[in-house]
Nanobody, 117 residues
């Protein structure tokens, strides 16, 4: 059964860094595009970053460009999100997802990131 499990969320001060991990199981990660999404209290879920299964091309929301980096390690079936220069507005529950052809089929349960002094 396909499963995604996020980890790495924490309370961090503004300007700090975190690395989120997403462990995939039950499906072949190499066949799927992978993405990170987030949802802040009272707001809609938004896309943060994604990486394609083919050439590994990446894209980022304007709000995180230059601060966040998405990566994957197929041998570990793991997706990562390196987050630097964190801001209070980055506070949200972060989700990873896997999908094919423009839609995301599998979702994790989320990990909380809180940026506060």
């Amino acid at each position: 059964q396909p499963q995604l499990v996020e980890s790495g969320g924490d309370l961090v001060q503004p300007g700090g860094s975190l690395r989120l991990s997403c462990a995939a199981s039950g499906f072949t990660m190499e066949y799927y595009n992978m993405g990170w999404f987030r949802q802040a209290p009272g707001k809609e879920r938004e896309g943060v970053s994604c990486i394609s299964n083919g050439d590994g091309s990446t894209s980022y929301a304007d709000s995180v460009k230059g601060r966040f980096t998405i990566s994957r390690v197929y041998a570990k079936s793991t997706l990562y999100l390196q987050m630097n220069s964190l801001k209070p507005e980055d506070t949200a529950v972060y989700y990873c997802a896997a999908g094919i052809a423009g839609s995301y089929d599998y979702w994790g349960q989320g990990t909380q990131v809180t940026v506060s002094s």
